[in-house]
């Protein structure tokens, strides 16, 4: 199925907010610009459903919005990705917190923007997900999220279309002089059964771009899938891979986020100046790997442009 959604954000869940958005500046890999604004800016009465337990019943919150406020989260701008840096203590509590619990801060969802939100929610249902999040103003969605975590551990959220205050926050955000012109293309996502997970994938609609293929550079065995226009490589590491860490430490996850450069040389030298830690450049110097710390639990791969 081709799925007409615009990225939106990444959401990483970590402890401490201020540590990992400073942590990025501090190493030239993102830039903080801020909390990003609560949608829409419509007066009424709100309402959130969210499981506390993912096998739990739902609680609802209701409130009164209108005017302009914001999400407690923090927004770290690298390149044309927004990755959604959203505090929560680990352990009870909401879903997210039990992420934490057991994983540690990392990416758990992917945001995208369509014009079908109900059906597109719908299509999921019927694929046998269930829908753990729903955020409503005056009875019409505004953001769901969508279980799709049983193979590669990682949540869909649908969001409405961006009105355009939201486009203009995001626009002026990339323009600002510290953040690096990298273009995301999609994400790495450790899996322990790469059959498995290509036939869950395959059963939710996405694209299959290649099959199953072996990388003896890299140590991994491979699939690539396009969602809308986000690249989904799921990936089953192979003894001594760069990935080894984040399966064994913790499970099936998204480990990596990708993006395409102009100059890989020269981005590869910006980031060992600013102290961060290459893991392992490609022997045609078209790809390289790139440690963002522990802090965030991912990895960061370059892709020369063509």
């Known amino acids: 199925m081709t799925f007409d959604w615009d990225f939106n954000h990444l959401g990483m869940m970590v402890s401490d907010k201020e540590e990992i958005l400073e942590y990025y500046q501090s190493i030239g890999l993102g830039v903080s610009v801020g909390p990003q604004p609560l949608l829409p800016h419509i007066e009424g009465d709100g309402e959130i459903t969210f499981f506390k337990e993912l096998n739990g019943e739902p609680t609802t919150h209701r409130y009164k919005t209108g005017g302009a406020h914001n999400f407690r989260d923090g927004q770290s701008q690298i390149g044309n990705c927004q990755v959604e840096i959203y505090p929560m203590a680990p352990g009870p509590g909401m879903f997210i917190s039990r992420y934490l619990e057991k994983k540690g801060n990392g990416i758990n969802h992917i945001a995208f923007n369509t014009k079908n939100i109900e059906a597109d929610t719908e299509y999921f249902i019927k694929k046998g997900c269930d829908l753990v999040f729903n955020v409503s103003i005056n009875g019409e969605t505004i953001e769901n999220y969508i279980d799709t975590r049983s193979h590669g551990d990682l949540l869909i959220s649908l969001r409405p279309p961006a009105d355009d205050w939201e486009k203009a926050w995001r626009k002026n955000n990339q323009r600002h002089p510290l953040v690096n012109n990298w273009e995301f293309q999609g994400l790495g996502i450790c899996v322990n059964d790469i059959n498995h997970a290509s036939d869950y994938y395959s059963k939710l609609g996405y694209l299959k771009v290649d099959q199953i293929k072996s990388n003896e550079e890299w140590k991994k065995i491979s699939q690539n899938f396009l969602v809308s226009k986000i690249i989904f490589e799921i990936i089953q590491p192979e003894s001594g891979s760069i990935y080894d860490n984040s399966i064994k430490q913790r499970d099936e ?29 490609s022997e045609n110097k078209e790809t390289a790997s790139l440690d963002s710390g522990k802090k965030g639990n991912i990895l960061i791969r370059l892709i020369q442009k063509k």
């Open 253 to 281: 996850g998204v480990a990596e986020i990708i993006f395409s450069v102009d100059n890989l040389m020269t981005e590869i030298k910006k980031f060992e100046k600013n102290g961060g830690k290459i893991l392992k450049i």
